[in-house]
């Protein structure tokens, strides 16, 4: 497929459907409006449109490129039926000098961000959206049947680990059978849309892509509170974090949580009327609409947004804001798309929401142990416990407006905000957290350490929580940040911005207190510190830099600009600063060759047995299975048994003609010796890697001296390619 005709199908995907919709909202009369805003809302409106498609499409099992570029075109033919029959014909606005200085820094960033890494492993969430978005094509759906486990005895079928790959899991866990990928599949379906009309770089490109659709969005959003050219600042400071380059490389669902929620706001923003009698129409209409829509979007990205409902219900109900003739739209779009979420929780997305109410359900009820297989009945009692307490949450609220109206809400917000600034202030200031050294050389994990606070624990986890804030924003930043939210909050010309602005203040919160606790323990620095992607770094930007060029009284008025310039200014030259190295490094580069390689190390029919307890093998069974089509068998490590299970299952394998190859890292799993003596020592062959990856403690952001190359050798034991039977087919759905 060449890149000409893929660019012209993401024009059809992505840009045709929300711009037509835009002509159509305007009408015959309407306003031309400003032409950054006006595409913005048309490319939204379309990733909306083409990603639901997409993902409804998955969760039926119908998926493929005809069918989707069918629907999306379909949609887009009955809207050019609406324009022909109205003749309606606005011509775009031509956008003025910051709109072009910012095409100017999506064109720089787009050479920060591309070529993207090639992170395809099964070791972490960054490897399993890409390699999902590959099985999706593959077979048409995100559920699907594996033909070599259902052919199994159950003893044989016993021997394979509890989850069929990391980030892949058994619907079944007896039957071994079927699969569903990790999490929940908005990300997926929109990755899989890529796949389908670019191939795998273009769905590894789609974090990019999506991140400069964020930059984008936090332009409108700053340049509609405080002026473009302010837009501009704070757009070139998020587009240039550390954080933000790491993940506009590497597929993590955290970025398009980050696109949805800053576009929703800003479109919030963009479309809230002017004043409370004045009925929003045409552009502004439609963009309130696609702002619930995109907000209520998140809860089918990601399940870490549970109070993003309790802040629209706060919202609704704040003074000025309830009587807004816009209003209606904008709730009725997101009550939608947040009750679609809710049917997705409870059938497409059912294995991982009830892994995550049984592990919540675990630590609030104080279980000794984790149930290996996730209760629906459990998962049900803490769904209708979620949703009623936001009913219940939402009766309160609505009984108590009236009063809440009357408390003095600019003294409440101004002490709140002095305490939160005094409160960071002195944790940031004090001796940096202090971590063990790893448990394991680099030779052994991808990501070796497993860092400990020395020290007791919670008050630790926080601290470094803010301090790793501090690494991104400096001191002032954060302080500014902080008491920039809470001034926000208080300001009625920033109203329509306080969903935004009450979430990441939630988000804040919720990670220090209870997410650093979950990421630490396993993960390097960017993994942990992704949780801030979404919301609440590009708040805290945005809230440092805003408040100081809102209009002010006349005497303070030329010193709060310049204060503004001049933190403008450090907070650019300190992420410039840390960012370097990242702009100079490209991590996991032709890692898809390294693979090709090793898939041809064996003939193309072969079943790749590795241990669970091998992360070298790991990491490489996810894509062997979906990017490179092998069949994969991933033994559980719970198994020490007697080899005669395992003699069993060869023969079964042999007398089906499918030829055993082992991939061993470093196992030393008893089976292990079984294998091989089916298939005999001889043909043992070696598979030199390299790879250049970040070898650094969670406690900083990587420094050039991180980036290191890594060697090992993976052993390939069986037959030589091009010996045995074809390769299998996709996977095919459950039946």
């Avoid at 015959?28 to 498609?53: E, K, M, Q």
């Avoid at 978005?133 to 759906?141: E, I, K, L, P, R």
């Avoid at 991140?211 to 240039?240: D, E, H, N, P, Q």
Wanted: proline letters at 8%; aromatic letters at 10%; a positive charge.
């Amino acid at each position: 497929m060449t890149v000409l005709f893929s660019a012209v199908l993401l024009l059809v995907l992505f840009v045709v459907p929300g711009h037509l919709a835009v002509v159509v909202a305007r009408g015959r009369r309407g306003p031309r409006g400003d032409a950054v805003a006006s595409l913005f809302v048309a490319v939204l409106f379309s990733v909306l449109l083409t990603t639901g498609i997409s993902h409804g499409l998955a969760a039926a099992g119908w998926f493929s490129a005809p069918a989707l570029l069918a629907l999306v075109s379909l949609v887009s033919l009955a809207l050019v039926a609406v324009v022909i029959r109205r003749r309606l014909r606005v011509p775009p606005g031509r956008p003025d000098g910051a709109g072009w200085l910012l095409l100017g820094l999506g064109v720089a960033l787009a050479f920060v961000y591309f070529p993207p890494a090639e992170y395809v492993f099964g070791d972490a969430d960054e490897g399993i959206y890409a390699n999902a978005a590959v099985q999706v094509n593959a077979c048409g759906g995100l559920w699907f049947e594996d033909e070599l486990l259902a052919g199994l005895p159950p003893d044989q079928r016993d021997c394979h680990i509890p989850f069929y790959l990391k980030g892949f899991y058994f619907g079944d866990l007896r039957a071994r059978n079927p699969v569903v990928p990790h999490g929940f599949h908005f990300y997926t379906a929109f990755l899989a849309a890529l796949v389908a009309v670019g191939g795998v770089s273009l769905g590894l490109a789609g974090p990019g892509l999506l991140t400069l659709l964020s930059v984008w969005a936090i332009y409108l959003l700053a340049s509609r509170l405080a002026g473009r050219w302010v837009g501009l600042a704070v757009a070139l400071l998020l587009g240039l974090s550390p954080l933000v380059v790491w993940f506009a490389r590497i597929t993590v669902a955290e970025v398009l949580c980050q696109t949805l929620l800053l576009g929703g706001g800003a479109l919030l923003v963009v479309g809230w009327p002017s004043g409370p009698r004045t009925s929003p129409r045409g552009l502004s209409l439609l963009a309130l609409v696609v702002a619930g829509l995109s907000l209520g979007a998140v809860h089918q990205v990601k399940i870490d947004f549970f109070l993003l409902p309790v802040a629209v219900m706060i919202f609704a109900l704040l003074p000025g804001v309830r009587e807004a003739r816009g209003m209606p739209g904008f709730l009725a779009a997101y009550v939608a798309s947040f009750a679609l979420a809710v049917f997705f929780w409870f059938t497409t997305h059912s294995v991982y929401f009830h892994a995550q109410m049984r592990d919540l359900a675990a630590v609030v009820l104080g279980w000794a142990h984790r149930r290996t297989e996730a209760s629906a009945t459990v998962s049900g009692v803490m769904g209708a416990a979620y949703l009623g307490g936001l009913i219940g949450a939402g009766l309160l609220l609505r009984r108590f407006r009236t009063a809440l109206g009357r408390w003095p809400w600019g003294r409440i917000l101004a002490a709140t905000a002095v305490l939160a600034c005094a409160g960071a202030l002195v944790l940031a200031v004090l001796p940096p957290v202090a971590f063990e050294s790893p448990a394991e050389p680099l030779a052994e994990f991808a990501f070796p350490y497993h860092p400990e606070p020395v020290g007791p624990g919670r008050a630790l986890e926080f601290r470094h929580g803010l301090q790793g804030l501090v690494s991104y924003v400096t001191l002032p930043g954060l302080l500014a940040g902080l008491g920039g939210v809470f001034l926000l909050l208080g300001r009625r010309d920033a109203r329509p911005a306080f969903v935004l602005l009450a979430l990441a203040v939630a988000q804040l919160a919720f990670i220090l207190v209870a997410n650093i606790t979950i990421d630490r323990g396993s993960t390097y620095h960017f993994h942990g510190f992704r949780r801030h992607l979404s919301v609440t770094l590009p708040v805290l930007l945005l809230a440092a830099t805003v408040p100081w060029f809102l209009p002010v009284s006349r005497p303070w008025r030329p010193w709060t600009r310049w204060a503004g310039v001049g933190l403008i200014l450090v907070l650019g030259v300190h992420s410039i600063r840390i960012a370097w190295p990242h702009l100079l490094q490209r991590p996991w580069q032709n890692v898809r060759a390294t693979l090709e390689q090793l898939a041809r190390a064996a003939p193309p029919g072969a079943v790749w047995f590795a241990s669970a307890d091998d992360p070298l093998a790991r990491r490489w069974q996810v894509p062997l299975r979906f990017l490179a089509g092998r069949r994969t068998f991933l033994v559980s490590r719970q198994f020490t048994g007697s080899t005669a299970v395992f003699d069993e299952l060869l023969g079964n394998l042999a007398r089906q003609g499918r030829a055993p190859v082992l991939l061993v890292g470093r196992s030393r799993a008893p089976w292990v010796a079984a294998v091989v003596a089916a298939v005999g020592r001889e043909h043992a062959r070696a598979v030199a890697v390299e790879e250049i990856t970040v070898d650094e403690p969670p406690s900083h952001i990587p420094k050039a001296e991180d980036f290191v190359p890594w060697t090992y050798t993976l052993w390939v034991y069986g037959p030589a390619s091009g010996v045995g039977p074809e390769p299998p087919g996709p996977p095919r759905p459950p039946r």
